[in-house]
């Protein structure tokens, strides 16, 4: 002990210490420890391996088919691997089309098909977490318009002709995928020719966000207990008769997230209108596929949806993006036309027409914003695709 204490009280130990303990900080900074242990961020595969592992018989029988749509492919990326699909005339305007928050982009294949039969050359991909997507983990990339933004430009330069530059594209987005149309737009004027957004998040009021989301969703809660209840609900069917109340948003509450985006025996008592059209296909060769029984199948054999739902409803573009849409209003001279249609369901209690309208057009002007409406809830684009895309079509005046 007496050695210690005399080689501390040294003059010279004195002096060496400092420069001692800045070279053990630069080691700690610089040293080979720190590229031997780095590793890539964790990805979280898609049901993709496991679904070619099947016979052509049970592929053909899944709710989400790997070959549900025409030109699929599946792009590699440091966030794990894209599935894509681009079909239609090589020639044609493009069209890139970004789906909601729960479904995969077969929710979107009716006004895809549509616009491919009117000589559109069209782009769907499933958002990370969804589909045969797979998905970072949202503890190191979480949900937000970085990590969508980054998804968009990997899918368009994944395409063998040029979407980009001179060619420009134009952007349709539903649900989820319209609030991250409409940013991804703020960002980059130049890239999109037309914005479409049909029952758009991104101005959805604080308002319509229900106590009980903000509880579960609000970050006080462990990880794994989110995860347990919302993954219990979205598997639970259906919400019980009469617990339906407009005031929270059913894309936010656990309660009602499937029947946001599809239609399901509740979704048609709250719409009657859309009766004759809840239990329609989304393929006309494939009348097994609808759209919540992908929903439940991801939610079965995909291991990174749901954490990639909960973190979108963290933290995606969904509420109070006034500031983004500013954006597009400064530069809506270089959208065609000069403005944004959106087309929004007449029943829609998710995306309150009258809502969304008023809070879009005070963003926009009314110069800026064409609204069209559809006799349909939130699952208009896949009920009524037809005339989503008529309108569409007298919209751009192709």
């Known amino acids: 002990m007496e050695t210690i204490n005399s080689l501390w009280d040294s003059e010279g130990f004195r002096r060496a210490l400092p420069l001692g303990l800045a070279f053990l900080a630069l080691y700690q900074i610089l040293g080979p420890n720190k590229s031997s242990n780095w590793s890539e961020p964790p990805v979280i595969k898609s049901p993709l391996e496991e679904v070619n592992r099947l016979s052509s018989t049970a592929k053909n029988d899944l709710p989400y088919p790997p070959d549900a749509l025409p030109g699929a492919r599946d792009i590699s990326s440091p966030y794990g691997t894209i599935r894509v699909y681009e079909w239609g005339p090589s020639t044609g305007p493009k069209v890139l089309l970004i789906h909601g928050i729960s479904t995969p982009c077969i929710s979107l294949a009716g006004v895809a098909k549509n616009l491919v039969d009117r000589g559109y050359r069209v782009m769907l991909f499933d958002l ?104 219990r609900r979205l598997g639970g069917g259906s919400t019980p008769a009469g617990s339906h109340s407009k005031s929270g948003n059913p894309e936010t509450t656990p309660g009602r997230v499937v029947e946001a985006e599809m239609p399901d025996e509740e979704a048609k008592r709250d719409h009657p209108a859309l009766m004759p059209d809840s239990q329609a296909s989304l393929f006309e060769d494939r009348p097994g596929i609808s759209v ?6 991801q939610l079965e054999n995909h291991q990174g949806f749901l954490s990639a739902f909960v973190s979108s409803i963290q933290h995606a573009p969904i509420s109070e993006q ?6 597009v209003k400064a530069n809506k001279n270089k959208l065609r036309g000069g403005k944004v249609l959106m087309v929004l369901g007449s ?16 963003v926009l002007g009314d110069d800026g914003l064409e609204v069209q409406l559809i006799e349909a809830g939130h699952d208009l684009p896949i009920v009524k695709p037809v005339e989503v895309v008529q309108h569409i079509m007298t919209f751009w005046k192709d």
């Open 322 to 327: 006034q500031r983004r849409w500013e954006v």
């Open 292 to 297: 919540a029984d992908a929903v439940k199948w």
């Open 128 to 231: 990370f977490g969804r589909g045969f997507s797979a998905s970072p983990d949202p503890l190191t990339n979480p949900q937000n318009i970085q990590l969508f933004t980054t998804q968009i430009l990997l899918a368009l330069a994944s395409s063998p002709l040029s979407w980009t530059g001179e060619h420009k594209f134009r952007l349709v987005g539903y649900s989820l995928g319209g609030g991250i149309a409409a940013s991804f737009t703020s960002y980059f004027p130049d890239l999109v020719e037309s914005l479409v957004l049909i029952a758009p998040s991104g101005l959805l009021r604080a308002s319509r966000i229900h106590w009980t989301s903000r509880l579960i969703y609000g970050g006080l809660i462990p990880r794994s207990l989110v995860h347990f209840l919302v993954g």
């Open 347 to 362: 029943d829609d209690g998710v995306i309150v027409k009258d809502e969304v309208e008023q809070d879009a057009r005070s």
